[in-house]
């Protein structure tokens, strides 16, 4: 990784010689070296470069723009991840919204939100709010790819492991039969 690191780094500079030209390339490279670090469980450095990249989109397009999106949701992953759940719940919702309002209801990324989303509402507690996700969710996934897909089998399963911890076990085994059946 410290290899992949330099490399990247280094584009970084070269990059930024022409910022106006290579603008998007460098907010790339900021978000590239945001997961990298993540990898590395340098999460200071990761959340710095991750905000680097979110705010040179916003400076230049607006904090509702298609290219804020990505940048939103890599930070709120990584929120989750560090247990800092409030500042997750805002940055997921933000990057959701903004896919919505592009692409509709019907789109992958609308099913990962409301994923990651239940999962994060599930940590903190609120289970009603992490079943409602996880269930549009599944019924996004029933709807765009029916029964034939690792994305049902996913939404499938984060019902049957939100169930078992409601200790509604019975619900959960028959949520953990259909991801496996898929």
């Known amino acids: 990784f410290s290899e992949a690191e330099n490399i990247i ?5 070269i990059h930024i ?15 590239i070296l945001s997961v990298l ?12 470069s991750g905000k680097k990249s979110l705010n040179m989109m916003i400076g230049r397009f607006g904090e509702h723009h298609i290219n804020c999106a990505s940048k939103y949701f890599t930070l709120g992953t990584l929120y989750a ?4 759940y409030k500042k997750s719940i805002g940055f997921l919702k933000k990057a959701h919204n903004i896919w919505i309002s592009i692409y509709g209801e019907k789109n992958s990324l609308v099913v990962q939100s409301y994923g990651n989303l239940a999962e994060v509402f599930r940590k903190v507690g609120d ?22 897909s690792s994305h ?26 259909k991801a496996i059946d898929i």
């Open 152 to 177: 049902t089998a996913q939404a499938y399963n984060n019902l049957s492991c939100l169930y078992s911890e409601l200790q509604k076990y019975g619900v959960a085994e028959k949520k953990k039969k």
């Open 127 to 148: 289970y009603e709010k992490a079943k409602e996700y996880h269930k549009k969710s599944l019924n996004l996934s029933v709807e765009l790819w029916k029964y034939n």
């Open 37 to 48: 670090y993540r990898k590395l469980s340098d999460f200071k450095q990761a959340e710095e």
């Open 81 to 84: 991840d560090l247990a800092r």
């Open 9 to 13: 780094k280094k584009a970084l500079q």
């Open 17 to 31: 010689l022409d910022y106006d030209k290579n603008f998007l390339t460098i907010a790339s490279d900021y978000e």
